[in-house]
């Protein structure tokens, strides 16, 4: 990207729609967990305008930077929760010890 002479702008997705239940389900999954043990979920908070689908087209990245996704939505939960984890431990989290990932 940096490297074109004409700035241009892209999309960086993988063209592959999830949910927050889905991010969820593979994040709390990192560390062994079940999700729906620890999060509520309240009506209320629904935006009446919500778009019901957002999917990234990184078409134009492809065919200008011949570049593809390799890390997909599952794999980067977890490295983010990972990430998460390990910034605890450097902390000094006494939470952190009875957390395993898997």
């Known amino acids: 990207m940096l490297q074109h002479d ?9 063209n592959t729609a999830y949910t ?6 593979f994040s709390f999954r990192a560390v062994g ?8 979920f309240d009506d209320r908070y629904l935006r009446p305008t919500e ?3 957002l999917i990234g087209d990184p078409s134009k ?15 980067l939960a977890k490295i983010m929760v990972e ?3 390990e910034a605890l431990k450097s902390e000094g ?7 395993q990932t898997n």
């Open 6 to 14: 004409v700035p241009q702008d892209y999309v960086i997705a993988t």
């Open 20 to 25: 927050v239940r889905d991010f969820l389900d």
């Open 33 to 40: 967990l079940d999700w729906q043990k620890y999060v509520k």
């Open 51 to 53: 778009v019901d689908a």
């Open 61 to 75: 990245a492809q065919e200008d930077l011949k570049w593809v996704p390799n890390v997909l939505t599952p794999r």
């Open 83 to 85: 990430a998460d984890l």
């Open 93 to 99: 989290s006494l939470y952190i010890d009875s957390v």
